[in-house]
């Protein structure tokens, strides 16, 4: 059988319904060995576009002539810009809505990301960096490095699960915005440019499968002599998602009332007593009336009133 299946519904009976048909008896008469088609089923949803004259969403098809043409996409934004946009419009098993200005966000990053590279590939590619290290860190380069690990993990997740490109992209695209938050120039300390090299090098690697053109020519352009295929993919190391401080949400009888910062690893009995002598509490609760407090560790704290 075909290892996985992926099309949209309207295919259901020409494609799938007619297959299983076929496969079913090909089976009985002994010819094959399997009596179903597909191993895996995944059906994906529609992109639809807003009509011009009603406003309202239609499917894309050649019949209603609302077709977007990719030509026009790739001469104007190239088709890295076209594959991304079409990967980050949304779950892929729900319909999706088609917007011109969404491509144009997308080509607006993979630009940012480009002059990343071009800006600072004079320090990039002179010389080695040291790996980065946790010891020598300071909290700025400590947080991306714990981003880019965090980034990894889940990229990867959703890379393996059930598709959901669109959420690996929007992962991306936060490591891109925590890596701008971190100054770094030729002049800056050992640890702070390895951060953030190995944070640029991870963010390529990741979004290659996306945009594989302007990945490549990055890859290239970062003193790398083999091609981007031939890159590891990158490993989510334990150690870099620990945290030294949390912040745990704060409700009242079930409504969220703010947030308190406080050390990771707690205990329950030492997490109720912090957040009974925070000013956030005092404010919502009056000592006596609380009757129950339910702690979730490095999460949740939730204040039963009388």
């Known amino acids: 059988?075909?290892?996985?299946?992926?099309?949209?519904?309207?295919?259901?009976?020409?494609?799938?319904?007619?297959?299983?048909?076929?496969?079913?008896?090909?089976?009985?008469?002994?010819?094959?060995?399997?009596?179903?088609?597909?191993?895996?089923?995944f059906t994906q949803g529609m992109i639809c576009k807003r009509s011009e004259k009603d406003g309202q969403l239609y499917k894309m098809s050649?019949?209603?002539?609302?077709?977007?043409?990719?030509?026009?996409?790739?001469?104007?934004?190239?088709?890295?810009?076209v594959r991304l946009y079409t990967l980050f419009i949304g779950p892929p098993e729900k319909d999706a809505e088609w917007s011109d200005q969404g491509v144009e966000g997308a080509f607006r990053f993979l630009r940012?990301?480009?002059?990343?590279?071009?800006?600072?590939?004079?320090?990039?590619?002179?010389?080695?960096?040291?790996?980065?290290?946790?010891?020598?860190?300071?909290?700025p380069e400590r947080a991306l490095y714990r981003k880019t690990?965090?980034?990894?993990?889940?990229?990867?997740?959703?890379?393996?699960?059930d598709f959901h490109f669109n959420t690996a992209i929007a992962k991306i695209m936060e490591l891109m915005n925590a890596l701008d938050d971190v100054k770094v120039d030729a002049d800056a300390?050992?640890?702070?440019?390895?951060v953030c090299r190995q944070a640029l090098e991870t963010l390529i690697v990741l979004l290659s499968p996306f945009s594989p053109h302007i990945c490549?020519?990055?890859?290239?352009?970062?003193?790398?002599?083999?091609?981007?295929?031939r890159a590891k993919w990158p490993e989510c190391q334990a150690a870099a998602l620990e945290r030294d401080r949390v912040e745990v949400g704060i409700q009242v009888n079930g409504k969220f009332r703010g947030r308190v910062v406080m050390p990771a690893g707690l205990d329950k009995a030492a997490i109720e007593q912090l957040v009974?002598?925070?000013?956030?509490?005092?404010?919502?609760?009056?000592?006596?009336?609380?009757?129950?407090?339910?702690?979730?560790?490095?999460?949740?704290v939730n204040l039963v009133l009388k």
């Open 62 to 81: 050649k019949s209603k002539g609302n077709v977007v043409s990719p030509d026009d996409l790739i001469r104007d934004y190239g088709a890295d810009t």
């Open 149 to 161: 690990h965090e980034t990894i993990q889940t990229v990867t997740a959703d890379m393996e699960g």
């Open 216 to 229: 490549e020519e990055l890859w290239r352009e970062l003193g790398h002599e083999d091609g981007i295929l």
């Open 276 to 300: 009974r002598q925070t000013p956030l509490v005092s404010h919502w609760a009056a000592p006596d009336h609380i009757v129950k407090v339910i702690v979730v560790p490095d999460k949740l």
């Open 189 to 194: 300390p050992e640890q702070v440019r390895a």
């Open 112 to 139: 940012r990301l480009w002059r990343k590279v071009y800006d600072h590939r004079n320090w990039l590619t002179a010389g080695t960096l040291p790996a980065p290290e946790l010891s020598a860190m300071r909290e």
């Open 1 to 41: 059988p075909v290892d996985q299946y992926i099309g949209g519904i309207e295919h259901a009976i020409l494609h799938l319904l007619y297959a299983r048909f076929f496969t079913k008896a090909l089976f009985d008469m002994g010819l094959v060995h399997f009596d179903e088609p597909f191993a895996h089923l």
